[in-house]
């Protein structure tokens, strides 16, 4: 009940701060751009220090773990800023592609990347820099007594999925098919974060989310893994993107999330590193 | 409070209005135009270049759509079994959940309009919070009282076995709680507009309060309660937020054509732009359906 008291507000909350991080990116592009021009000029090269705001578009399963590495970051370097737009792959994607000032976009499938490398978007190669696997959520203390994927196929069981659309609706259709079940669910959530509050609330009885999403929830689900989740595992690519305003700035955000403290809290976190 | 107190002035205006207007020129809608033609001509620039601004804004993206619409594909995406099991689904509900708010809202209205009580201003606000708040947050709400671990509807589902998110009464529900206070409103501005005299002169000819609203009242406000339901059905057809949170999306049984519309969008923008053109089509209908009593609303 107070968890979902948060959660909308917070939901919110995700949209005022979208358009927030959209109008702090326009107004940051020229500050970014004065910042790399300063490194130029005091002779820091490469290795010089990151100043100014790193623009980080990201998958929403990331928000817990990039808002951590955000806080480190600005840490290590002071006077900087990170600025996350955490949301659905594919809208963060569009948004690049349709000409949104980011300098980092961190995907949750390789598909929607790939319509930013197709686009001439990032410099560079996507580098996969956490795999995420499917997991079944539970009620909490699992009345249920569901073990496995197949026990979710029982009659009078209220379960709902991913849509197909998203990645974890596809993944949870690659793990249904591998595994020859057939599973009506009572509905298709439009993202795993919806999946999950329906078992929060205990509208539903299970949903297949991510590891991550199940962790995140603390203790009020409870994860059941299932061997079929192998088949289904998401890759995390990350890139740097050629319009970036803040070139020093992404290279070293870059630097942290594939350094082993970025691992450790990633890891924390519930997504497997590879 | 006064029968004069604060009612939405556009709300008072415009249900009453297009009522008003309708008894003095019953056919002549149409051909009013021509001099609406010649004050045109008139019109001071400060005020003629923000309307043809606010114009092209309100016209633009419904232009793009149909510039961007993709007309050869159009035929295979909108034959296609969900498209249909969308628009059947929508239609019905958005219909179902007007029945409702017109059995729920007309006597609410009423309530609100002739009768006193203490606390009634907040009542009215409370009862058209649904109007400001965020459908999504209107769907979470719903969950947590009609919910199976709800407030009630832990009740209706130990007692009754009843269940209601994931079902198609389910949308009704969410839309009727985002739409009903849209008739709520309307009704009530056009009982304000009423002339309470008819109904007291019924009861001095012996009709009882009920009879009185149902033979003088009703009547009187018809154009009123049409131009509500008109409104809510319109709202309660583009309902999204509230539905998707409260019942869910499952084709055929909760996937109403802007539930279709987002998901679709998601993975084939296409399909997206094919169903929008779609609830556009439909929604064009009604309106051209209701155009003497609605568009020429003086």
Redesign the interface.
């Known amino acids: ?1 107070n968890r ?2 948060r ?2 507000p917070r ?2 909350l995700a949209g005022i701060g979208a358009a927030a991080v959209l109008l702090a990116a326009g107004a940051c592009s020229s500050d970014g751009s004065d910042g790399s021009g300063d490194t130029r000029g005091s002779g820091g090269g490469a290795s010089g220090r990151p100043t100014g705001t790193v623009t980080v578009f990201a998958a929403a399963s990331l928000q817990e773990s990039f808002t951590t590495l955000g806080k480190t970051f600005e840490k290590r370097y002071p006077g900087t800023k990170v600025a996350f737009n955490f949301g ?1 792959s ?2 963060l994607a569009a948004g690049i592609t349709g000409g949104a000032p980011a300098d980092v976009f961190a995907s949750a499938s390789p598909r929607t990347m790939k319509t930013v490398t197709d686009a001439g978007d990032a410099a560079g190669t996507p580098a996969t820099f956490v795999r995420n696997r499917l997991e079944i959520a539970a009620l909490q203390g699992n009345p249920d007594h569901i073990s496995s994927l197949k026990d979710l196929t029982r009659s009078g069981l ?1 379960v ?1 999925l991913c ?1 197909e ?2 990645p974890c609706g596809a993944a949870t259709r690659t793990a249904l098919e591998a595994s020859g079940l057939k599973l009506t ?6 993202d795993v974060k ?1 999946a999950l509050t ?1 078992v929060e ?4 009885d299970a949903a297949v989310v991510y590891r991550t999403d199940v962790k995140a929830a603390g203790g009020k689900v409870e994860g059941v893994e299932f061997p079929e989740s192998a088949e289904a595992v998401n890759d995390y690519p990350i890139v740097r993107l050629k319009n970036a305003g803040n070139a020093s700035g992404a290279k070293a955000f870059l630097a942290l999330v594939n350094s082993a403290e970025g691992r450790k809290v990633l890891g924390a976190a519930g997504f497997l590193t590879p | 409070m006064s029968p004069s107190s604060p009612v939405p002035a556009g709300v008072e205006g415009g249900p009453a209005g297009s009522a008003r207007g309708r008894r003095a020129r019953p056919a002549g809608g149409g051909r009013e135009r021509p001099t609406g033609g010649g004050r045109r001509a008139g019109a001071p620039l400060p005020l003629l270049l923000p309307a043809l601004v606010g114009i092209l804004f309100l016209l633009l993206p419904l232009l793009a759509l149909l510039i961007r619409a993709p007309w050869r594909d159009l035929p295979d995406q909108l034959t296609s079994a969900q498209v249909w099991q969308a628009l059947r689904l929508s239609l019905l509900s958005a219909t179902a959940a007007t029945a409702l708010s017109l059995a729920l809202g007309v006597p609410l209205a009423w309530l609100l309009a002739r009768t006193d009580f203490p606390g009634r201003g907040l009542l009215r606000a409370l009862v058209t919070l649904p109007l400001v708040l965020p459908p999504v947050v209107g769907g979470v709400a719903l969950l947590l009282a009609l919910g199976r671990n709800g407030v009630v509807g832990q009740w209706l589902d130990a007692w009754f076995g009843i269940t209601l998110p994931f079902t198609t009464t389910g949308v009704v529900l969410a839309e009727t709680f985002v739409a009903m206070p849209f008739l709520v409103i309307s009704v009530e501005g056009t009982l304000r507009a009423a002339d309470p005299r008819y109904e007291e002169a019924a009861a001095t000819l012996g009709a009882s309060r009920f009879t009185a609203f149902r033979r003088v009242t009703l009547p009187l406000i018809a154009p009123g309660v049409l131009a509500g339901a008109v409104l809510a059905w319109a709202r309660a057809l583009g309902e999204f937020g509230a539905t998707i949170t409260f019942a869910g999306n499952f084709p055929g049984r909760t996937q109403t054509m802007p539930l279709a519309v987002y998901l679709a969008l998601q993975n084939d923008p296409a399909a997206a732009i094919a169903l929008s053109l779609v609830l556009l089509a439909v929604s064009v209908a009604v309106l051209a359906a209701l155009r003497d009593r609605w568009l020429t609303a003086s």
């Open positions: 009940m979902t008291s959660r909308a939901r919110l659905g594919d809208s209220k709902v849509a659309t998203v669910p009572v509905s298709y959530e439009q919806s329906k609330l205990k509208e539903a």
